[in-house]
């Protein structure tokens, strides 16, 4: 038996809404409709999910995709034990049966014969065939499929298929307004709100180098990280180096235009 409990979300996560997204997810999951969050990393999207998982009262499943995942990693395997074989059922398998909500973060990292064992489950089907076990899963009322693509690092190699792309509604986030992420940095990490907005506009800075020497610009997601070291004590030209400008470029000049920009506020 599965305890379904270990997937819900007891407690509210903190997200502070950008736009209309709760309640487009909302319609969407009424509609049972797939879902693709689209935008830059550390931008928001998986703590969205979690909200909604939580708002809805759902259950949520997150696989992290990487290039090396396989089909059966997503949908389950024989496993061997003493006892002889035994099935295990993947991630995915166990979302459709207990009507979870699954997140499938960074879908595009993996395989391209990976993603498509998720389309029977995208469309009014709604199935999931488990060919090695010759079992045909009927997916749970309750069940939703969410993806997270990142289009930035989108290239010939890397893109969702038309046919996957076409089976989800899409919501695009981005980095949030400077007001509301100098909020949510001073609400994720306790400091005060002056420090949060000189740590905002730094990562304004860097994201205007985003296709100037830099893949990305710096997320949300570091700059709550500075925010707690901060709140560690440490002092914030230290922080910013540790946790905005070196882990994101290796690139001598841009990391000193970066840290030029960051003595220039603290
Ligand atoms: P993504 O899934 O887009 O890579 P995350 O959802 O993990 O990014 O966001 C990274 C971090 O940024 C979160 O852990 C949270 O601290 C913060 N964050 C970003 N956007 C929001 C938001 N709208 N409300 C609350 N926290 C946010």
Redesign the pocket.
């Known amino acids: 038996m599965i305890d379904i409990e270990q997937y819900r979300i007891s407690q509210a996560p903190?997200?502070?809404a950008?736009g209309e997204e709760i309640a487009l997810y909302e319609a969407a999951y009424a509609a049972r409709l797939p879902v693709m969050l689209k935008?830059p990393?550390?931008?928001?999207?998986?703590?969205?999910v979690e909200y909604m998982a939580w708002k809805l009262g759902k259950p949520l499943i997150t696989v992290a995709c990487n290039e090396d995942m396989t089909a059966s990693d997503l949908v389950g395997r024989y496993l061997l034990d003493k006892d002889g074989t035994r099935w295990q059922d993947g991630p995915l398998t166990l979302a459709a049966r207990i009507g979870a909500i699954c997140y499938l973060d960074e879908v595009v990292e993996a395989r391209k014969d990976t993603t498509v064992v998720i389309h029977p489950l995208t469309d009014y089907r709604r199935t999931l065939p488990l060919d090695k076990k010759g079992e045909l899963i009927e997916a749970h009322a309750d069940f939703q499929l969410v993806i997270?693509f990142n289009p930035g690092y989108q290239t010939l190699m890397k893109d969702l298929k038309q046919s996957t792309k076409q089976r989800f509604a899409a919501l695009e986030?981005d980095y949030?307004d400077a007001e509301t992420e100098q909020a949510?940095v001073t609400k994720?990490t306790g400091i005060d709100s002056d420090t949060a907005a000189k740590l905002v506009q730094i990562a304004h800075r860097a994201r205007k180098l985003k296709g100037h020497g830099l893949e990305e610009g710096i997320s949300?997601?570091l700059l709550?990280y500075a925010g707690q070291l901060i709140g560690q004590n440490i002092a914030p030209r230290a922080a910013c180096r540790m946790a905005l400008s070196r882990p994101i470029t290796d690139d001598a000049d841009i990391r000193d235009t970066l840290e030029h920009a960051i003595d220039s506020y603290f």
Not at 41 to 48: E, H, I, L, N, Q
């Open positions: 903190y997200y502070r950008q935008g990393t550390g931008c928001g999207k998986s703590r969205f997270s986030f949030a949510i994720e949300t997601r709550v």
